[in-house]
Nanobody
């Protein structure tokens, strides 16, 4: 199983940017699709973005499309989430996860990080 550690969260004003990183342990990182999910207070966890094993395919939720970019560097066992033009509603704990399949269904993701808090202020 892959161990995941997120970093890069913090407090930013609306309109600003954050770059999240997710570092993975294990030699099989390059075999997995990677996804970012988030959970806001009082809400269910929701899909944000995903990238396939070789970065050919990416997919975003409608709420972040055009503002967020997912990328990965397999040689560094790391996946990133660049978040621009942040809105108040982007405030959440952000989680990365691995999946054998490329998709947005959280049930198909089997390894999860502990999460990193991203807070957007007005």
């Amino acid at each position: 199983q892959v161990q995941l550690v997120e970093s890069g969260g913090g407090l930013v004003q609306a309109g600003g940017s954050l770059r999240l990183a997710c570092a993975a342990s294990g030699r099989s990182f390059g075999r997995y699709a990677m996804g970012w999910f988030r959970q806001a207070p009082g809400k269910e966890r929701e899909f944000v973005a995903t990238i396939n094993w070789n970065s050919v395919y990416t997919y975003y939720s409608d709420s972040v499309k055009g503002r967020f970019t997912i990328s990965r560097v397999n040689a560094k066992n790391t996946v990133y989430l660049q978040m621009n033009s942040l809105k108040l509603e982007d405030t959440a704990v952000y989680y990365c996860a691995t999946s054998a399949r490329f998709g947005q269904d959280s049930h198909e993701y089997d390894s999860w990080g502990q999460g990193t808090q991203g807070t957007v202020s007005s």
